[in-house]
């Protein structure tokens, strides 16, 4: 295997970060929108998605397994959807 200059790895970490963000932003609004809720959390949102993206990458591709994005996109997808029924959750008991 051939070794990469860290700084490259940096920029690779950086640009999967922003991927996340921008993953987590639409899953938690379209997931917003399907639950009629307010668009609002989307920080939030973001973030999830980001540290979904980067954990569930990070360690597949530390194990050496394979299609590394796939999984890291479903992360950035789940944790951003689970926000958004969390939400949910409290609003109906909130109005109760």
Same mark, same amino acid.
């Given at each position: 295997?051939?070794?990469?200059?860290?700084?490259?790895?940096?920029? /690779?970490?950086?640009?999967?970060?922003?991927?996340?963000?921008?993953?987590?932003?639409?899953?938690?609004?379209?997931?917003?929108?399907?639950?009629?809720?307010?668009?609002?959390?989307?920080?939030?949102?973001?973030?999830?998605? /980001?540290?979904?993206?980067?954990?569930?990458?990070?360690?597949?591709?530390?194990?050496?397994?394979?299609?590394?994005?796939?999984?890291?996109?479903?992360? /950035?997808?789940?944790?951003? /959807?689970?926000?958004?029924?969390?939400?949910?959750?409290?609003?109906?008991?909130?109005?109760?």
């Amino acid at each position: 295997m051939f070794q990469v200059a860290r700084s490259v790895e940096l920029v /690779a970490y950086v640009v999967f970060a922003i991927l996340g963000l921008i993953i987590g932003v639409v899953a938690g609004a379209l997931v917003s929108i399907t639950l009629k809720l307010p668009v609002q959390g989307m920080i939030k949102d973001a973030f999830l998605g /980001a540290i979904g993206f980067l954990i569930v990458w990070l360690i597949i591709t530390t194990t050496r397994s394979q299609h590394p994005f796939v999984a890291a996109t479903i992360a /950035a997808v789940i944790l951003p /959807a689970c926000h958004q029924i969390v939400r949910l959750k409290h609003l109906n008991s909130a109005q109760k």
